[in-house]
């Protein structure tokens, strides 16, 4: 790959990583942290998770989420429910009020989406998609494996 190519590529990629971090935080409503955001709409696709799983699933550490759902539940946008089964389970859900704070969310989201794709054609939008999941999985595919650069020799 040429190195050209490789420097045009990260400018737009620190492009489009500003313009996402500015959506991001302005989609964030009710007064909301990002991170808190971020772990609201984790909780309503999964319907129903434990701290351990969220964490995994955000790739943050337990205690970490754990701070965060806390300041969820006392905001009453989640609550913990321990299972009867399972005393040592704490199982994360959203409440009425945390459900009405993502839709406003994805609502926002959804909107921010079809203005900036509404130039693209129905085939465009398609392959656009096909490759950015390609991108995607390969972005996890790589810091899952903790590899080193390529061209970078490993310390010894």
């Known amino acids: 790959m040429k190195e050209e190519y490789i420097r045009e590529f990260r400018r737009v990629l620190r492009i489009f990583d500003q313009e996402l971090f500015i959506q991001n935080h302005a989609s964030c409503c009710n007064g909301i942290s990002l991170p808190q955001c971020l772990t609201l709409l984790e909780i309503e696709r999964c319907r129903e998770i434990s701290v351990s799983n969220l964490a995994s699933r955000l790739s943050l550490d337990k205690s970490t989420v754990s701070r965060t759902i806390d300041g969820l539940v006392s905001i009453k946008l989640v609550k913990r429910v321990t299972p009867r089964e399972n005393r040592r389970l704490a199982l994360i859900h959203l409440t009425n009020s945390g459900r009405q704070v993502c839709a406003e969310i994805n609502y926002t989201n959804h909107h921010y989406v079809k203005q900036i794709l509404k ?13 950015f999941r390609k991108l995607a999985g390969n972005m996890t595919a790589y810091r899952i494996q903790d590899q080193e650069p390529e061209g970078k020799v490993p310390e010894e």
Not at 119 to 131: I, P, T, Y
Request: aromatic content about 16%; glycine content about 8%.
């Open 119 to 131: 130039d693209f054609s129905g085939e465009e939008q398609e392959l656009f998609l096909s490759l």
